[in-house]
């Protein structure tokens, strides 16, 4: 098969851990010439590390996406380093659900999201766009989420920013036609991506699966107790519950894997069984 990925060079927020450091992983093992950043030095030098010891290409810039100044460092890195930048993934992002009741709790991680969920977006595409102009072509995958699909209990500043960010891939897609491919990538619940530790009120999750609350609490403890169906867990199976982290990354992966002429505007990627109903 053709692998238009190698030799891109590929900018990845958020690249420390989890789903972006897979991400990192699977590109730098098809050829891509990966830049990571993430506010987490420890986390970056570890993906770093692991890169390379397979003898693949990899360079770390700290980077807090919500300060522009830090953005535009990042770009100008790849730049000196690669010479262009090819695609960026803005993945960076966090999931504090929260009941509008529980505004006392929530106002500071709610204003971090904003911060880092909507400003973090807008300073990466801001920070690639002339080097992509330039170039004459370039591709950004914005990560947004089933969750900014509509007004959900629960999710009200989350669901708002992950909205945003749908609005923000739309644009860029129209003003840059021929030039940069966009591609938006929402989510369904993922177990293990990390997302859950910024959540204020862990009742809110419940919010995303409406009327399949009852089925989804009894799937989810047997899921953490391994309880789980044999249908549930096979992902070649119509019922296969929870998608993993890794199979998230693997459909990224094949969106940036495509030649330059073809873009998926949008994929929606969740497991055919799952409980979310928007």
């Not at 500071?108 to 330039?134: E, H, L, P």
């Not at 945003?164 to 177990?191: H, Q, W």
């Not at 992902?235 to 296969?240: A, F, I, K, R, S």
Request: glycine fraction near 10%; include cysteine.
């Amino acid at each position: 098969m053709t692998n238009h990925i190698a030799d891109k060079v590929i900018v990845i927020t958020g690249a420390g851990s989890g789903f972006g450091r897979l991400v990192a992983e699977m590109t730098a093992a098809a050829g891509a010439k990966v830049v990571g950043a993430d506010i987490n030095e420890d986390g970056l030098k570890a993906m770093a590390e692991a890169i390379r010891a397979k003898g693949q290409i990899v360079e770390c810039v700290v980077t807090d996406i919500t300060d522009r100044g830090q953005t535009d460092r990042l770009a100008q890195h790849a730049i000196d380093k690669f010479g262009a930048i090819d695609v960026l993934v803005n993945n960076a992002g966090i999931m504090p659900l929260a009941y509008f009741a529980d505004h006392k709790e929530a106002s500071r991680a709610w204003s971090r999201a904003i911060d880092v969920n909507i400003k973090g977006v807008v300073n990466g595409i801001s920070a690639v766009y002339d080097q992509m102009i330039k170039q004459g072509r370039g591709h950004v995958v914005n990560i947004s989420s089933i969750y900014g699909n509509a007004g959900i209990e629960g999710s009200g500043v989350y669901s708002a920013t992950k909205a945003a960010v749908t609005s923000l891939s739309d644009s860029l897609r129209i003003e840059a036609k021929g030039k940069i491919k966009v591609t938006t990538v929402k989510p369904t619940g993922v177990p293990g991506t990390n997302l859950a530790s910024a959540v204020v009120n862990e009742a809110a999750i419940l919010g995303l699966v409406g009327n399949r609350r009852e089925h989804y609490l009894a799937s989810g403890q047997k899921f953490a107790t391994g309880e789980l169906s044999t249908a549930e867990t096979d992902p070649d199976n119509v019922q296969y519950w929870a998608i993993t982290p890794t199979e998230l990354a693997k459909n990224v992966v094949y969106v940036i894997d495509q030649p330059w002429g073809i873009s998926i505007s949008d994929i929606t990627v969740r497991a055919s069984g799952d409980d979310y109903v928007y």
